[in-house]
């Protein structure tokens, strides 16, 4: 199994701006999809951000024109650049990755552990 660990969490002022990163372990065969969710105390876990095979991204609208998803595949790591953070989107961010390890092998999904991102007013 592939382990994903995310970094850049933390506290920041309302309108400020983080960077998370979430490192990949090592390389995978073939990535179908790369994304970061968030979840918040006693909500329900929600996709921010998503990059899938072929380079398409989708967001959640909430975050458009804020944030930005970007991978570096040499060094096996994704990003998620966050602007104008408002205090609601306090929450873990997660990182996941759905991925082959061969050609016709199974879909494998994998999860980081999260990192804290709390936006104040």
């Known amino acids: 199994q592939v382990q994903l660990v995310e970094s850049g969490g933390g506290l920041v002022q309302a309108g400020g701006s983080l960077r998370l990163s979430c490192a990949a372990s090592r390389r995978m065969f073939s990535i179908i999809r790369m994304g970061w969710y968030r979840q918040a105390p006693g909500e329900q876990r929600e996709l921010v951000a998503a990059s899938s095979v072929g380079g398409s991204t989708n967001y959640a609208d909430s975050v458009k024109g804020r944030f930005t998803i970007s991978r570096d595949s040499l060094k096996n790591m994704l990003y998620l650049q966050m602007n104008s953070l408002k205090p609601e989107e306090t929450a873990v961010y997660l990182c996941?990755?759905?991925?082959?390890?061969?050609?016709?092998?199974?879909?494998?999904?994998?999860w980081g552990q999260g990192t804290q991102v709390t936006v104040s007013s």
């Open positions: 996941n990755y759905r991925y082959r390890e061969a050609p016709n092998s199974r879909e494998y999904e994998n």
